[in-house]
């Protein structure tokens, strides 16, 4: 099956800098990689997401990359603010599987 | 539109006890995820349901666990006997999957369960 793998699991940066969290998946035939933000005590929020056709994709300060050749993927969000302080979940999806296989998670945490 | 829904959002059990966790999707999705997720680790699939049929419960334990997602009514995680180790938060997921497509899947609030 998929393995997912996130990094790193805890991320601190500045306010206004940027911030990159990394995954990587093992099986080719994975096509849908979704990013899910999720606060304290709250649910997963979907904040963004790419398909396997394109090799980026980006909504404001958000933006995802995706390299199918070294099977990875990354979540880009720029000009960081206070309140995208919270855990960031990727994922990967084959249409030819069930399952969405979720990365361990990072803790992001934006100073003032 | 209403989103996803889940309830109770806090179940608390004693040992042995029962547990019934009820997601109602989003209107107009036919599919429905179970997760579980303990403190401060990430999402484990359960299993995957469409109405009345069972797509994939690889996640779920074998014992003790059951769900079900009838033609009427929410989809249910039903968990017998429970144990301390079952306390954990229990979030449903919900996507209309359409055919040969991989949808985005909307998460509930969770059911936080604490097993005495």
């Known amino acids: 099956g998929e393995n997912v793998e996130q990094h790193p699991s805890t991320l601190s940066v500045q306010e206004g800098d940027s911030a990159v969290i990394k995954c990587t998946y093992s099986d080719s035939a994975s096509n849908y990689f979704p990013w899910y933000k999720q606060e304290l005590g709250k649910r997963p929020q979907l904040i963004i997401d790419i398909r396997s056709n394109v090799g980026e994709k980006k909504d404001q300060r958000i933006a995802v990359t995706l390299n199918k050749t070294a099977k990875h993927f990354s979540l880009h969000i720029t000009e960081t603010q206070p309140e995208d302080s919270a855990v960031y979940f990727c994922a990967a999806h084959s249409n030819t599987g069930n399952q969405f296989y979720f990365g361990t998670g990072t803790s992001l945490t934006v100073i003032p | 539109n209403a989103g996803v829904m889940q309830n109770p959002r806090h179940l608390v059990r004693r040992r042995g006890q029962e547990a019934r966790l009820r997601c109602s999707p989003m209107k107009g999705h036919s599919h429905v995820y179970w997760y579980r997720q303990l403190p401060e680790e990430g999402l484990k699939f359960m299993v995957y349901?469409?109405?009345?049929?069972?797509?994939?419960e690889s996640g779920m334990p074998k014992e003790r666990f059951s769900a079900e997602f009838p033609k009427e009514g929410p989809s249910i995680l039903r968990i017998q006997q429970v144990v301390r180790g079952d306390s954990a938060a229990y979030f449903c997921?919900?996507?209309?999957?359409?055919?040969?497509?991989?949808?985005?899947?909307?998460f509930g609030p969770g059911t936080r369960l604490t097993v005495l």
């Open positions: 997921a919900s996507s209309p999957n359409l055919a040969g497509v991989t949808d985005t899947q909307y």
């Open positions: 349901l469409q109405k009345e049929n069972i797509i994939d």
